[in-house]
């Protein structure tokens, strides 16, 4: 499987503390995503230009000629780039990095296993998220059962724009989903992610309905979700569901995926959509509308 980053110590992805693994590959392309480097499911390289020390290293690793040394930095000519990697491995100032590793379960498994006293003495586990998990789900079901044999908390982070079949036999392994809601409007949906949402709701009402906990995270971005229609629909679905914890975390919208796409050589919102962090008077009535409905709505986590 390809992973694109495995972070320790981590405190924002479920209880305690935990090790979270980055699997390459998501069927939604969000305007604002934050981890662009984890959407394509293939081995990408990245360019730092402030990093980059004009050394031509890269340049002369290449094997196909498709770098080339400008007074701008290194231009890739993608047409000749086989992301084989030369570059990343020669550059002295990592201003070249290859987003994308070859990992087995195995080599996986040993990963995890290494942080298994931090995990124990805060009651955390191990949070597999993207991307999206549910885009390798034979990777995924293989792993989350070598952790659940080992007593590990299972939290799987996921967008569940996948078949029910897939949701059916992850939700078997797995001790905690943290689920993003990100539009109630199908249309609005497409629009700002690439994909419909009724797939996504009714994967939410399955797990709520089959007694699964679960976490409800909200990116909230004036233009896109934070207006009071979508909302009041939000906690009207939400209200619905058969769920004890009742609390939905409120993420106010940022830009720090600009840069990543930057390292990409791709375009952030390259249609101009309107996103901007809601203000303090916008927090509040989203906070106030969920209370409304017996929801708890918290900034962060």
């Known amino acids: 499987m390809l992973l694109f980053d495995i972070k320790r110590y981590a405190i924002n992805d479920g209880p305690g503390i ?44 290449c094997p196909t000629g498709a770098l080339t040394l400008t007074e701008a930095g290194i231009v890739t000519d993608r047409s000749l780039c086989r992301t084989c990697g030369r570059c990343a491995e020669v550059c002295p100032t990592l201003a070249m990095e290859m987003s994308g590793r070859e990992y087995s379960i195995d080599e996986v498994m040993r990963e995890i296993e290494k942080e298994t006293v931090f995990m124990d003495r805060s009651e955390g586990g191990v949070t597999f998220c993207g991307g999206e998990p549910l885009s390798h789900p034979s990777d995924l079901v293989a792993l989350l059962d070598r952790c659940g044999a080992l007593g590990i908390h299972r939290a799987v982070d996921t967008t569940l724009f996948a078949s029910p079949d897939t949701v059916r036999s992850v939700m078997e392994r797995t001790d905690l989903f943290l689920v993003d809601l990100k539009h109630m409007d199908s249309g609005s949906h497409r629009r700002f992610t690439g994909v419909p949402n009724e797939r996504i709701l009714s994967n939410l009402r399955m797990i709520a309905e089959a007694g699964m906990d679960f976490l409800i995270r909200i990116p909230l971005i004036e233009g896109v979700n934070a207006d009071e229609e979508n909302i009041s629909r939000s906690a009207i679905f939400l209200a619905s569901l058969p ?19 930057d390292k990409r050589g791709t375009l952030y919102n390259p249609g101009h959509l309107p996103l901007s962090t809601p203000s303090e008077a916008v927090l509040q009535r989203c906070i106030d509308q969920f209370a409304s409905y017996g929801i708890t709505a918290l900034i962060g986590g």
Do not use: Q
Not at 243 to 261: A, F, I, M, S
């Open 18 to 61: 935990r090790v979270t693994i980055f699997m390459k590959g998501c069927p939604l392309a969000c305007v604002w995503c934050h981890n662009p480097e984890g959407i394509s499911p293939r081995a990408e390289k990245l360019y730092t230009r402030k990093k980059c020390i004009g050394c031509g290293a890269c340049v002369n690793a």
């Open 243 to 261: 769920w004890e914890r009742k609390v939905v975390n409120l993420l106010p919208y940022h830009d720090v995926g600009k840069g990543k796409h």
